[in-house]
Nanobody, 126 residues
């Protein structure tokens, strides 16, 4: 059973930056995919970004491309989401996700991830 621990959410003004962190522990394998989804009030949960352990390939939603960067930490199963030039539309609960054997076509599909964090609130407001 994999546990995910997220941190780094908060309140920031438009144009500001935040960095989210997620650490996975227990039952992880070397072929994992980690990423982030978000859900704003009254909206569907949506894909934000993901990174695959093998090859380090990264994937982004069009709405965050060029502003957000996903990366792995020095620890094997740590992932960061650096969020720059934040806009009010980025306000949401951000969830870290993890899967040990996700196929490429499922990277942007929420239901295909086996493990989810508890979520961290990001609010962009002046």
């Amino acid at each position: 059973q994999v546990q995910l621990a997220e941190s780094g959410g908060g309140l920031v003004q438009p144009g500001g930056s935040l960095r989210l962190s997620c650490v996975a522990s227990g039952g992880t394998r070397s072929s994992y995919t980690m990423g982030w989804f978000r859900q704003a009030p009254g909206k569907e949960r949506e894909f934000v970004a993901a990174i695959r352990r093998r090859g380090g390939y990264t994937y982004y939603a069009d709405s965050v491309k060029g502003r957000f960067t996903i990366s792995r930490g020095n620890a094997e199963t740590t992932v960061f989401l650096q969020m720059n030039n934040l806009i009010p539309e980025d306000t949401a609960v951000y969830y870290c996700v993890f899967d040990n054997s996700l196929i490429l076509s499922s990277v942007r599909v929420a239901k295909d991830y086996d493990y989810w964090g508890q979520g961290t609130q990001v609010t962009v407001s002046s």
